[in-house]
């Protein structure tokens, strides 16, 4: 699976961005996508998720009622809303394919292909 991630740029504390994941390759294969993110010095932070099949979805508290994942199945592409954005998320984003069920949808390690990564900068 190959992943192409897009659509970060600059933009001013409380503004928003849509952050969008492209997949392609083995879709089938595919059982959870999310996003993560890291800044210079830190691990790569868990975003959100979601399931490829189903409703499920996942956020780290840092987002919730901010942040929204979805997904267009037919389309192959995962999508980040991101909305009332803040300084600290600054970040560069990355979108994540999972092919397993693991329960740890948080963990970097339970995920298996990784896009290339596209840049947030939130000024204040």
């Known amino acids: 699976v190959q992943l192409q991630a897009s659509g970060g740029g600059l933009v001013q504390a409380g503004g928003s961005l849509r952050l969008s994941c492209a997949a392609s390759?083995?879709?089938?294969?595919?059982?959870?996508m999310g996003w993560f993110r890291q800044t210079p010095g830190k691990e790569r932070e868990f975003v959100a998720a979601?399931?490829?099949?189903?409703?499920?979805?996942y956020y780290t508290d840092s987002v919730k009622g901010r942040f929204t994942i979805s997904r267009d199945n037919a389309k192959n592409m995962v999508y980040l809303q991101m909305n009332s954005l803040k300084p600290e998320d600054t970040a560069v984003y990355y979108c994540?394919?999972?092919?397993?069920?693991?329960?740890?949808?948080?963990?970097?390690?339970?995920?298996?292909?990784w896009g290339q990564g596209t840049k947030v900068t939130v000024s204040s």
């Open positions: 994540a394919v999972g092919r397993t069920g693991s329960v740890r949808y948080y963990d970097p390690n339970a995920y298996d292909y």
């Open positions: 390759g083995r879709t089938s294969s595919v059982y959870r």
């Open positions: 979601i399931t490829w099949i189903g409703i499920s979805t």
